[in-house]
């Protein structure tokens, strides 16, 4: 089975001193590097999702500016397509389908931000288009939310995302548990 990575909005804007600085942002860029190491020495395609806003009355992501670029930490190499998206779902108004299709991608290995929104919307998308989707939870991050008077700290964010995502879309493991296979 041919596998594809897919990179999801590891941008500056969710790192510490960013416009929306996510809970464990550090360590998720740190697991997807070493995850995009392992694509980059097998060779296998890599995808990079960069989200950049231009919804009205966006606080982040905004185009020019140093927050909506893709992190040091895991940033493309010239053979490395990066796709730019407006909508949590990264296939919405994109060419990520056609990319993949092209690559003839049969899994999907997703991480990135946010579990709770862009890495759900696009595995979920992904699930839909025939992909058998893999996440890898610890190479993703959240923040908290709130929901009425309730604050819902991220780490609870994100235990549900990735639980939701397990039950039907995506096989949901951690860095260590992930073995890449080269067909």
Same mark, same amino acid.
């Given at each position: 089975m041919k596998h594809g990575l897919i990179l999801i909005d590891i941008q500056n804007d969710y790192f510490t001193g960013g416009k929306m600085a996510l809970v464990g942002m550090d360590e998720a860029a740190n697991n997807a590097k070493k995850l995009l190491d392992k694509f980059r020495k097998a060779k296998l395609p890599i995808f990079h999702v960069q989200h950049i806003s231009n919804r009205k009355g966006a606080a982040f992501f905004l185009p020019d500016t140093k927050g909506v670029k893709i992190?040091?930490?895991v940033a493309p190499i010239p053979n490395e397509i990066v796709v730019q998206k407006n909508f949590p779902n990264s296939f919405r108004d994109t060419s990520l389908l056609n990319h993949l299709n092209d690559a003839t991608i049969e899994e999907v290995v997703i991480c990135g931000a946010m579990s709770h929104m862009c890495v759900d919307a696009t595995t979920r998308a992904a699930f839909d288009l025939g992909y058998?989707?893999?996440v890898i939870e610890d190479a993703c991050a959240t923040r908290n939310l709130q929901h009425k008077d309730k604050v819902?700290?991220?780490?609870?964010?994100? %235990?549900?995302?990735? %639980?939701?995502?397990?039950?039907?879309?995506?096989k949901v493991i951690s860095l260590n548990d992930f073995k890449l296979t080269v067909a």
């Amino acid at each position: 089975m041919k596998h594809g990575l897919i990179l999801i909005d590891i941008q500056n804007d969710y790192f510490t001193g960013g416009k929306m600085a996510l809970v464990g942002m550090d360590e998720a860029a740190n697991n997807a590097k070493k995850l995009l190491d392992k694509f980059r020495k097998a060779k296998l395609p890599i995808f990079h999702v960069q989200h950049i806003s231009n919804r009205k009355g966006a606080a982040f992501f905004l185009p020019d500016t140093k927050g909506v670029k893709i992190h040091e930490s895991v940033a493309p190499i010239p053979n490395e397509i990066v796709v730019q998206k407006n909508f949590p779902n990264s296939f919405r108004d994109t060419s990520l389908l056609n990319h993949l299709n092209d690559a003839t991608i049969e899994e999907v290995v997703i991480c990135g931000a946010m579990s709770h929104m862009c890495v759900d919307a696009t595995t979920r998308a992904a699930f839909d288009l025939g992909y058998n989707c893999v996440v890898i939870e610890d190479a993703c991050a959240t923040r908290n939310l709130q929901h009425k008077d309730k604050v819902v700290e991220a780490e609870n964010v994100h %235990a549900a995302f990735m %639980a939701a995502l397990a039950v039907l879309y995506a096989k949901v493991i951690s860095l260590n548990d992930f073995k890449l296979t080269v067909a």
